[in-house]
């Protein structure tokens, strides 16, 4: 079991992310608004992996889009 979770962490840490796609989910109410953001990762073997996030859009997309915003992008 350790070695099959060795070689899952080399694959992981020898791709990088090729991709990010930021989607608005947004929910309109009569009392309430609700804006909920679905973010899909691609990396270069082209896994896809699907979080999200509370927020305005823009200001999501532009965070996951900082050069220095997380480690994975040096």
């Known amino acids: 079991m350790f070695e ?6 080399h694959m992981i840490k020898d791709n990088k992310i090729k991709e990010i796609q930021v989607i608005s989910l947004e929910v ?3 009392n309430w608004d609700q804006s909920t953001v679905l973010i899909k990762v691609f990396d270069e073997a082209g896994r896809c992996g699907i979080g999200e996030s ?3 859009t823009e200001a999501v997309k532009a965070y996951l ?3 220095t915003a997380h480690g994975w992008q040096k």
């Open 4 to 9: 099959a979770l060795k070689e899952i962490k």
């Open 28 to 30: 309109k109410s009569s």
């Open 65 to 67: 889009e900082m050069k």
């Open 54 to 56: 509370d927020g305005p």
